[in-house]
C-alpha cells in the first residue's frame, strides 16, 4: 500500500530546530529521505495540490484560486483526471479524503465530512480535524488500499494567524502524535512493501517576507502573521522515483502502481 500524507504548509523551518520535541518527525527523518522540495511555481494552495494529483502544470490545468465570479469553484469545473479516477478505472482500489484543491476540500471513495468547512479557524477546529482525519486514516489503513491519500490542513490555518508564536510547535507536536500513531504504532512503517510519501504544498514565512502574497494582511478573523514560502516539506520511505516538484508526486504514483 501507498499512502500519501499531506500536510497543508508544513515546513522545515519549524521542524528542524525541533526535532528533539517532534519524535516521529525524528524517526521519519533517520528511516526515509528527507527533502526541501523548491517550488517554481507560485506557492497558493488549490493549484499546487491540483497539480500534484493529476501531473498538470498550472499552464494546463489553471486553476490557482477557491473562488472565481464571485463563487466557489467545484472540481467538475476543473478539466483534469486526477490519479484516483485514472487507478480506479484500471482497476486498484484508491481513496482520498480531504484534498485542499477546493473548498471544502474533496474526497474520493470516502464519506468524510471536512472540519469547518475545510478552513478550520480556531484551536477547537484544529483539534477536531487533527482527530477526524486521523481517525479516518486509521479505519482506512485496515482496508488493504493499493493507494490512500490524506490530508491535513490545520497547519496552514495555524500559522497564518500564528506564525512566530510558541504555539505554531505545540500544532506541531500534536500533529507529530497523530503521525506517530498512523505510522508506527498501526505497523504501517514496519511493513517494508508499504511505501510512504509526506508532503506539503509550501512552506512558511513571515507576512512581509513572502514573495507572492497569497491573502490579504486584514482577515475576518484578524490580523495576518505568516505567508506562504517556496520551500515546501517533503520525505519519502522505500519509494523508488524522485519528486522535484509536486508533479512528479502523480507520476512517481503512476510508476509505482503502473
Ligand atoms: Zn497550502
Redesign the pocket.
Known sequence: MILVLGI??ATWEVVTPNLDGLPSFRKLTELGQAEVMVLQEK???PS??CGMFSGKTFEEHRHDSFVRNGRLVRREEIEVEFIWDILAREGRRVKALNV?FVVPPYSYGVDFKPVGFGLPTNEKEWQEELERVTEKVKELLGEKLDLLIAVY?LL?RVQHFHWGEECVLEWYQKLDQKLGELLFASGFLGDKQNKLIII???GFCSFGEAKVQ?LPLKSEEGELKGD?HENALLITVNLDHPIKRPQDVFFALRKELG
Open positions: 497543508d504548509a506557492p497558493v494552495s499546487i495540490w485542499p490542513t496552514d506539503s504544498d509550501h497569497t506562504h
